[in-house]
C-alpha cells in the first residue's frame, strides 16, 4: 500500500512539474515580444492589447525586403488613421495608435466572448537594415498600413565594375 501511494504522489509531482514549466513557458512567451528590448521590467505601456489571459502582438506585421527598400504592412482594421503614429529611430521603428470600442453601449458582462480588442497600442520592431528616414511614406487603405522605408546608400548593394587589363 505505501508503494502504491509513493507511485501516485511521483505521477501528481511530475504533473505538477510540468503544469508549473508550462506556466513558465507561457509567461516567457508572453513579454518575449512585449518589451523594449532593455530586458526586464517591461513597463505595460509597451504591451499591446490585454484580452482575455495574455497580451498579443498588434498590429499583426509583415516584414518584407528587397534591394532598394523594406516594406513594413500591417493589419489595423477600424482604426482612424489620424491615430496612427509612426516613428523611426535608427533600427527601430515603432507604430502606435488607438482602436475605439466598437460598440460602448453594450456592457461589458454582456459579452460571452470578446476578442476584437480595443485600446491603445504600440508595437516596435528592429528592421534589417539602415533606412532613409527622410524618404519613409506610410499609406493607409483598406485597413492595411503600408510602410515603405526606402533603403540608405549605404545599405543597398552596389554593383562593381570589373577593369580587364
Given at each position: 500500500?505505501?508503494?502504491?501511494?509513493?507511485?501516485m504522489f511521483r505521477t501528481w509531482n511530475w504533473n505538477a512539474l510540468n503544469e508549473i514549466d508550462a506556466i513558465r513557458r507561457e509567461i516567457d512567451r508572453v513579454f518575449e515580444g512585449a518589451g523594449t528590448g532593455t530586458g526586464w521590467p517591461v513597463p505595460f505601456s509597451r504591451i499591446s492589447f490585454l484580452p482575455g489571459r495574455s497580451a498579443r502582438a498588434y498590429p499583426l506585421m509583415n516584414?518584407?525586403?528587397d534591394e532598394k527598400a523594406?516594406?513594413?504592412e500591417c493589419l489595423a482594421p477600424g482604426i482612424d488613421p489620424k491615430s496612427?503614429?509612426?516613428?523611426?529611430?535608427?533600427d527601430q521603428i515603432t507604430i502606435s495608435g488607438e482602436k475605439p470600442i466598437a460598440n460602448d453601449a453594450v456592457?461589458?458582462?454582456?459579452?460571452?466572448?470578446?476578442e476584437r480588442a480595443a485600446g491603445r497600442f504600440v508595437?516596435?520592431?528592429?528592421l534589417p537594415a539602415e533606412v532613409?528616414?527622410?524618404?519613409v511614406r506610410a499609406d493607409y487603405k483598406r485597413g492595411i498600413l503600408t510602410v515603405t522605408l526606402p533603403k540608405a546608400p549605404s545599405a543597398q548593394p552596389r554593383q562593381l565594375t570589373i577593369n580587364v587589363q
Open positions: 500500500m505505501r508503494k502504491g501511494v509513493c507511485q516584414l518584407r525586403e523594406i516594406t513594413l496612427l503614429n509612426v516613428s523611426i529611430l535608427k456592457k461589458p458582462e454582456a459579452y460571452h466572448r470578446n508595437r516596435a520592431m528592429t532613409d528616414s527622410d524618404q
